[in-house]
């Protein structure tokens, strides 16, 4: 399974941006999806998952109520959707998928990753 990450960029405080991440390769062998960001300096930290079939979504604490993940079985794509942005979301995204259990927050636990996508905010 391959992942392609897009739709960073540069973005003042309080502004939108919508990632997308597109999976190519045995996408029926994917059980989640997930968002996880990095930060200069910190690790790796969950942002949004799905569950590929069912579309359950699940979001870490610091973006609950400003993300909205969404996903498009038919196109194999994956969208982040980010309002209200603060510069605490400056960070390199990544998708990463999971074909061997339920959504988690441990980056250990995907076993295929997109290359990046930067997102830098303004303050």
């Known amino acids: 399974v391959q992942l392609q990450a897009s739709g960073g960029g540069l973005v003042q405080a309080g502004g939108s941006l919508r990632l997308s991440c597109a999976l190519s390769g045995r996408t029926s062998s994917i059980y989640s999806v997930a968002w996880f960001r990095q930060a200069p300096g910190k690790e790796r930290e969950f942002v949004a998952g799905i569950s590929w079939s069912g579309g359950r979504t699940y979001y870490g604490d610091s973006v609950k109520g400003r993300f909205t993940m969404s996903r498009d079985n038919a196109k194999n794509t994956v969208d982040l959707q980010m309002n209200n942005l603060k510069s605490d979301d400056t960070a390199v995204y990544y998708c990463?998928?999971?074909?061997?259990?339920?959504?988690?927050?441990?980056?250990?636990?995907?076993?295929?990753w997109g290359q990046g996508t930067q997102v830098t905010v303004s303050s």
């Open positions: 990463a998928a999971d074909g061997t259990g339920i959504v988690t927050t441990k980056d250990s636990s995907y076993q295929y």
